[in-house]
Protein backbone atom coordinates (compact mmCIF):
# COMPACT_ATOMS: atom_id res chain seq x y z
CA UNK A 1 0.00 0.00 0.00
CA UNK A 2 1.41 3.57 -0.95
CA UNK A 3 1.97 5.95 1.90
CA UNK A 4 0.13 9.63 1.53
CA UNK A 5 3.41 11.84 0.37
CA UNK A 6 4.50 14.27 3.05
CA UNK A 7 4.47 17.53 1.19
CA UNK A 8 7.19 19.26 3.83
CA UNK A 9 9.53 16.27 2.62
CA UNK A 10 9.06 15.89 -0.79
CA UNK A 11 12.09 17.56 -2.96
CA UNK A 12 10.41 17.86 -6.42
CA UNK A 13 9.21 20.90 -7.76
CA UNK A 14 5.83 22.22 -7.46
CA UNK A 15 4.27 23.11 -11.06
CA UNK A 16 3.70 26.22 -11.77
CA UNK A 17 0.68 26.82 -14.60
CA UNK A 18 2.80 28.46 -17.68
CA UNK A 19 1.13 31.77 -19.45
CA UNK A 20 -0.51 31.45 -22.53
CA UNK A 21 1.22 33.04 -25.52
CA UNK A 22 -0.07 35.97 -27.10
CA UNK A 23 -0.38 36.76 -30.48
CA UNK A 24 1.84 39.30 -31.92
CA UNK A 25 -0.02 42.25 -33.76
CA UNK A 26 1.30 42.65 -37.65
CA UNK A 27 0.72 46.53 -36.77
CA UNK A 28 3.40 46.27 -34.30
CA UNK A 29 5.70 44.28 -36.63
CA UNK A 30 5.33 47.73 -38.86
CA UNK A 31 7.83 50.18 -39.66
CA UNK A 32 6.85 53.15 -38.03
CA UNK A 33 5.02 55.67 -39.91
CA UNK A 34 4.14 58.82 -37.99
CA UNK A 35 2.24 61.14 -40.69
CA UNK A 36 0.67 57.28 -42.03
CA UNK A 37 1.10 58.69 -45.53
CA UNK A 38 2.52 54.94 -46.83
CA UNK A 39 6.44 55.54 -46.85
CA UNK A 40 8.03 54.84 -43.28
CA UNK A 41 9.86 57.45 -41.01
CA UNK A 42 13.08 55.73 -41.74
CA UNK A 43 12.48 57.32 -45.48
CA UNK A 44 10.45 59.90 -44.75
CA UNK A 45 12.39 63.18 -45.14
CA UNK A 46 9.20 64.59 -43.87
CA UNK A 47 8.06 62.24 -41.01
CA UNK A 48 6.04 64.70 -39.94
CA UNK A 49 3.93 66.28 -43.15
CA UNK A 50 2.20 63.53 -45.36
CA UNK A 51 3.39 63.15 -48.82
CA UNK A 52 1.15 65.12 -51.25
CA UNK A 53 0.62 62.33 -53.88
CA UNK A 54 0.80 64.58 -57.01
CA UNK A 55 3.55 62.47 -59.34
CA UNK A 56 5.94 64.76 -58.30
CA UNK A 57 8.08 63.26 -55.89
CA UNK A 58 6.15 60.97 -54.64
CA UNK A 59 8.42 59.00 -52.82
CA UNK A 60 10.22 61.59 -50.41
CA UNK A 61 7.48 61.72 -48.37
CA UNK A 62 6.99 65.48 -48.12
CA UNK A 63 4.33 67.46 -49.56
CA UNK A 64 5.52 68.91 -52.66
CA UNK A 65 4.29 71.01 -55.17
CA UNK A 66 4.31 70.76 -58.94
CA UNK A 67 6.85 73.84 -60.15
CA UNK A 68 5.28 75.72 -62.46
CA UNK A 69 7.38 74.83 -65.52
CA UNK A 70 5.68 71.35 -65.24
CA UNK A 71 2.35 72.87 -64.79
CA UNK A 72 2.07 74.00 -68.65
CA UNK A 73 2.44 70.37 -70.32
CA UNK A 74 -0.51 70.08 -71.34
CA UNK A 75 -1.35 71.94 -74.86
CA UNK A 76 2.11 72.28 -76.74
CA UNK A 77 0.56 73.05 -80.32
CA UNK A 78 3.06 73.93 -83.06
CA UNK A 79 5.76 70.98 -83.25
CA UNK A 80 4.74 69.72 -86.31
CA UNK A 81 3.20 70.83 -89.83
CA UNK A 82 -0.10 69.67 -90.18
CA UNK A 83 0.05 65.72 -91.41
CA UNK A 84 3.86 65.22 -90.83
CA UNK A 85 5.72 63.98 -88.17
CA UNK A 86 9.36 65.50 -89.16
CA UNK A 87 9.48 68.14 -86.27
CA UNK A 88 9.76 71.74 -87.43
CA UNK A 89 13.18 73.89 -86.76
CA UNK A 90 11.39 76.19 -84.14
CA UNK A 91 9.97 73.63 -82.21
CA UNK A 92 13.69 72.88 -81.27
CA UNK A 93 13.94 74.94 -78.77
CA UNK A 94 10.39 74.83 -77.78
CA UNK A 95 11.34 71.31 -76.47
CA UNK A 96 14.95 72.48 -75.01
CA UNK A 97 12.97 74.47 -72.65
CA UNK A 98 10.38 71.61 -71.40
CA UNK A 99 13.47 69.17 -70.96
CA UNK A 100 15.30 71.72 -68.67
CA UNK A 101 12.93 70.69 -65.74
CA UNK A 102 12.83 67.48 -66.74
CA UNK A 103 16.75 66.96 -66.83
CA UNK A 104 16.81 68.80 -63.33
CA UNK A 105 14.69 65.59 -61.59
CA UNK A 106 15.54 62.35 -62.76
CA UNK A 107 12.87 60.54 -60.53
CA UNK A 108 10.03 62.11 -62.69
CA UNK A 109 8.11 59.92 -65.16
CA UNK A 110 6.22 60.71 -68.06
CA UNK A 111 3.72 59.84 -70.90
CA UNK A 112 4.05 61.86 -74.11
CA UNK A 113 0.74 61.62 -76.65
CA UNK A 114 0.21 63.05 -79.53
CA UNK A 115 -3.33 64.74 -80.61
CA UNK A 116 -4.90 65.19 -84.01
CA UNK A 117 -7.34 67.31 -85.63
CA UNK A 118 -10.52 64.39 -85.39
CA UNK A 119 -11.86 65.58 -88.55
CA UNK A 120 -8.66 64.05 -90.83
CA UNK A 121 -9.66 60.74 -89.44
CA UNK A 122 -11.85 60.74 -92.72
CA UNK A 123 -9.12 61.90 -94.57
CA UNK A 124 -6.91 59.41 -93.31
CA UNK A 125 -8.58 56.80 -91.61
CA UNK A 126 -8.65 56.17 -87.80
CA UNK A 127 -5.90 53.70 -87.47
CA UNK A 128 -3.32 55.64 -89.61
CA UNK A 129 -4.19 58.79 -87.88
CA UNK A 130 -3.09 57.16 -84.62
CA UNK A 131 -0.27 55.94 -86.11
CA UNK A 132 0.81 59.33 -87.28
CA UNK A 133 0.19 60.89 -83.62
CA UNK A 134 2.67 57.99 -82.28
CA UNK A 135 5.12 58.62 -84.65
CA UNK A 136 4.72 62.68 -83.43
CA UNK A 137 5.50 61.22 -79.92
CA UNK A 138 7.98 59.24 -80.91
CA UNK A 139 9.65 61.88 -82.33
CA UNK A 140 9.54 64.13 -79.39
CA UNK A 141 10.41 61.03 -77.58
CA UNK A 142 13.66 60.45 -79.38
CA UNK A 143 14.70 64.96 -79.34
CA UNK A 144 14.49 64.40 -75.48
CA UNK A 145 16.92 61.84 -75.59
CA UNK A 146 18.87 63.53 -77.53
CA UNK A 147 18.91 66.24 -75.02
CA UNK A 148 20.05 63.72 -71.99
CA UNK A 149 16.57 62.14 -71.09
CA UNK A 150 16.64 58.42 -70.58
CA UNK A 151 14.82 56.43 -72.50
CA UNK A 152 13.12 54.51 -69.51
CA UNK A 153 11.32 57.20 -67.74
CA UNK A 154 9.03 58.41 -70.22
CA UNK A 155 6.42 56.49 -72.55
CA UNK A 156 4.48 57.27 -76.08
CA UNK A 157 1.30 56.87 -76.84
CA UNK A 158 -0.59 58.29 -80.02
CA UNK A 159 -4.01 59.67 -79.29
CA UNK A 160 -5.58 60.31 -82.77
CA UNK A 161 -8.28 61.97 -83.05
CA UNK A 162 -10.18 60.40 -80.42
CA UNK A 163 -9.62 63.36 -77.44
CA UNK A 164 -10.88 66.52 -79.02
CA UNK A 165 -10.53 70.17 -77.01
CA UNK A 166 -13.94 71.19 -76.30
CA UNK A 167 -15.98 71.88 -79.15
CA UNK A 168 -17.15 75.37 -77.16
CA UNK A 169 -14.13 77.19 -79.06
CA UNK A 170 -15.36 75.96 -82.23
CA UNK A 171 -19.19 77.02 -81.42
CA UNK A 172 -17.43 80.72 -80.42
CA UNK A 173 -16.27 80.49 -84.46
CA UNK A 174 -19.67 80.58 -85.44
CA UNK A 175 -20.80 83.05 -83.87
CA UNK A 176 -18.40 85.38 -84.88
CA UNK A 177 -19.50 84.33 -88.40
CA UNK A 178 -22.42 86.49 -87.80
CA UNK A 179 -19.85 89.68 -87.59
CA UNK A 180 -17.29 89.24 -89.68
CA UNK A 181 -16.58 86.17 -92.30
CA UNK A 182 -12.92 86.53 -92.76
CA UNK A 183 -12.57 86.20 -88.78
CA UNK A 184 -14.81 83.44 -89.20
CA UNK A 185 -12.39 81.94 -91.23
CA UNK A 186 -9.50 82.64 -89.02
CA UNK A 187 -11.20 81.35 -85.70
CA UNK A 188 -12.16 78.24 -87.46
CA UNK A 189 -8.66 77.62 -88.53
CA UNK A 190 -6.93 78.18 -85.60
CA UNK A 191 -9.22 75.81 -83.21
CA UNK A 192 -8.78 73.25 -85.86
CA UNK A 193 -4.50 73.63 -85.78
CA UNK A 194 -4.91 73.27 -82.09
CA UNK A 195 -6.04 70.01 -82.20
CA UNK A 196 -2.47 68.96 -83.35
CA UNK A 197 -0.76 69.06 -79.77
CA UNK A 198 1.47 67.39 -77.85
CA UNK A 199 1.27 66.70 -73.92
CA UNK A 200 3.64 65.65 -71.50
CA UNK A 201 2.02 63.70 -68.74
CA UNK A 202 3.51 63.01 -65.25
CA UNK A 203 2.90 59.30 -64.25
CA UNK A 204 3.17 57.79 -60.66
CA UNK A 205 5.97 56.04 -59.98
CA UNK A 206 5.99 53.00 -57.19
CA UNK A 207 8.03 53.65 -54.42
CA UNK A 208 10.59 51.18 -53.31
CA UNK A 209 9.45 49.31 -50.38
Not at 46 to 56: D, I, L, T
Not at 186 to 192: A, G, V
Request: glycine fraction near 6%; proline fraction near 9%.
Amino acid sequence: MTEPTNPLLDSREPSIAQPTPQPVSKASLQPPDTDLDGIIDARDLCPSEPEARNRFRDCDGCPDEVPEALQNLYAINGLFAIGSDQLLPEARPRLDKLAAPLLDDPELRFEIRAHADPRHRWKRGHDDLKQLTLRQAQAVGTYFISQGVASDRFTTRGIGGAEPISQGNCQCCWYERRNDQRGFAKCWKRFHNEQWRVELVLTWVTCPD
